[in-house]
Every structure is written in structure tokens, then in C-alpha cells.
């Protein structure tokens, strides 16, 4: 088996996130995830901290270390120090590597992240973009979004947005030389590959699946992870 504590101690987030908790709760009362979820960061912390790595093998599958919304307010409160954000973050850094995190319905949404989000990113300068909340894959908007993305161009030109042109404007075309900046900083952090490994587990998920998976946002499989709803995701 993995020695998955190994890999969490020698992150250096672990190590400022987790100093001696002494699982007083105080993470989870301050925790507004907690308040909505079956979440509950000082049950996460108490597993690492005995460090089995067959118990956290099961957290890095599970949907509960996807629940987290790094607010940080456990950083606020923790007597000890403790950041319960920081060890979520490194938890979930280890699921992508290892490909568990396509073995639950929340972890197999970071391709829909990585593909639109960090697609936009690299592609446009943005994270988030009009024509990517396509009103199909998010019906949650409403109507009146189905509206604004069937007329956006007319509608960001009254207001001034100067979308997808040259100049200023909140929704402006952003220039090459910052676009391949940014793919500089990627490539050289590793972030890149990282976004390839996490194509690659998916696909794996995908043909386990039956899904169809490609490249483009449309398929089988970017589908079923944007509107499927199998588990219990509430308290």
C-alpha cells in the first residue's frame, strides 16, 4: 500500500496545517460546509493525525474531502494553530495524483473543473466565461440566463464590456504575450502535467464507465459528472 502520511507530511502545507490538534471540535462549530454537509474537519484531522493509511486511503475516495470551501475560518479559530483548510487541500492534491478521486461522485467533478476553469484560464485569461455556463449543463441559472447567453453579444455590448475585443472592459480580449505567460507559469509550477494527469485517471473512470470521453465538453462522461446526483451530499 501507498504510505499516503508519507506523502502528506512532506507537503509543506500539511506541515504548517497540522501542528498537535486536540480534537476540541472547534473546526467544525466555526465550519459553514459543516452546517450543510456530512462534513466534519475534525473527524478528517483525528484520521490523519493517527496517520493509517488504509483509513485515509477511504478518505481520499470518499466525497467528503471535496465538501471543503477553503474559506479558512477553521484557521481562525483553531487554539492550536491548526488549519483543517490546508490539510484538505493536500488531501485532495494526493487523490488527483493517485486517481482516487474518481472513485466518488464530488472527486470525479475536478475534469469539469480542470476542463473549464483551467481551460479558460490558459485559453482566455479568465475563469470563468459567458459561453462556458452553457445553459444546458447548468439549469440552475434559469431562465433569464438562457436569455443572456442567447443575446450576449448584444447585451455586454450595451453595457460596455467590449467582449472578446481589444481594449478595456471587465469581459476584454486578453492579449497573447499575458496568454502565454500564464501557459509559462503553468508548465514550470508542473501544474500542467498535473491537468494531464487528471485527464488521464478520468479516462480510466470513464471507460470503467461505459462513458464516452473526449475532448470536448459535450461527451458521455463531462455530462454525466455535470448533473449526476447518486450519493447523499446533505447533513
Not at 483551467?118 to 462556458?132: D, Q, V
Not at 476584454?172 to 500542467?192: P, W
Request: overall charge negative; charged content about 25%; glycine content about 6%.
Amino acid at each position: 500500500m501507498v504510505k499516503y502520511i508519507e506523502k502528506l507530511r512532506s507537503d509543506l502545507r500539511f506541515q504548517e496545517g497540522l501542528n498537535a490538534c486536540m480534537n476540541c471540535g472547534v473546526c467544525t462549530a466555526i465550519c459553514p460546509a459543516a452546517e450543510f454537509y456530512n462534513y466534519d474537519p475534525r473527524h478528517i484531522v483525528n484520521i490523519v493525525q493517527n496517520g493509517d493509511d488504509e483509513t485515509i486511503e477511504e478518505l481520499l475516495k470518499s466525497d467528503t474531502i471535496w465538501y471543503c470551501g477553503q474559506c479558512m475560518s477553521c484557521r481562525t479559530r483553531c487554539p492550536r494553530n491548526n488549519t483543517a483548510g490546508y490539510v484538505i487541500q493536500v488531501l485532495r492534491k494526493i487523490s488527483q495524483e493517485t486517481g482516487l478521486f474518481t472513485e466518488s461522485e464530488k472527486g470525479r467533478q475536478q475534469l469539469a473543473i480542470k476542463r473549464v476553469i483551467g481551460g479558460n484560464i490558459l485559453n482566455a485569461g479568465y475563469c470563468l466565461l459567458p459561453e462556458s455556463i452553457v445553459p444546458e449543463m447548468h439549469p440552475e441559472q434559469g431562465p433569464v440566463w438562457k436569455w443572456i447567453y442567447d443575446n450576449q453579444d448584444e447585451l455586454y455590448d450595451q453595457l460596455g464590456a467590449n467582449f472578446k475585443k481589444n481594449g478595456n472592459g471587465v469581459l476584454r480580449k486578453i492579449d497573447d504575450e499575458s496568454l502565454n505567460e500564464l501557459k509559462a507559469i503553468f508548465e514550470v509550477t508542473g501544474s500542467e502535467e498535473f491537468f494531464t494527469q487528471i485527464e488521464n485517471h478520468s479516462r480510466v473512470k470513464a471507460k470503467e464507465l461505459g462513458l464516452k470521453l473526449d475532448d470536448t465538453n459535450s461527451c458521455d462522461y463531462i455530462k454525466h459528472i455535470y448533473t449526476s446526483a447518486e450519493a447523499v451530499h446533505t447533513c
